[in-house]
């Protein structure tokens, strides 16, 4: 996790911050996490998945790429994927779409 904290802080423009929303799993409050300076770690209440614009995410993919099918081996499961990962990557505004939860506004 610190790796990839590491690698987000060396996107964040120069003089910028960044805020972070994580589940609580553990790695992600551990306490052995080295924070970089221009993160902050917005963890969020647990079990509760719907205010997590991520979970979307996974379930468009679910919805329209990976839930029901057969594979005949670990390659065809990692192509598959692949490829749902790389459909949904081309198409940015569906991605921004999904990260609205319309349940949350009142929040």
Do not use: Y
């Amino acid at each position: 996790m610190n790796l990839h904290l590491a690698a987000i802080a060396a996107e964040v423009a120069p003089g910028q911050h960044a805020a972070l929303l994580l589940d609580q799993a553990g790695w992600h409050l551990s306490g052995k996490l080295v924070v970089p300076s221009n993160l902050t770690i917005v963890p969020l209440p647990a079990k509760c998945p719907e205010l997590n614009p991520q979970e979307n995410v996974w379930q468009f993919m679910r919805d329209n790429w990976l839930s029901n099918r057969i594979f005949d081996s670990d390659t065809a499961i990692v192509d598959h994927c692949c490829h749902a990962w790389n459909q949904l990557e081309a198409t940015p505004w569906t991605i921004m779409s999904l990260g609205l939860r319309h349940s949350a506004h009142g929040f």
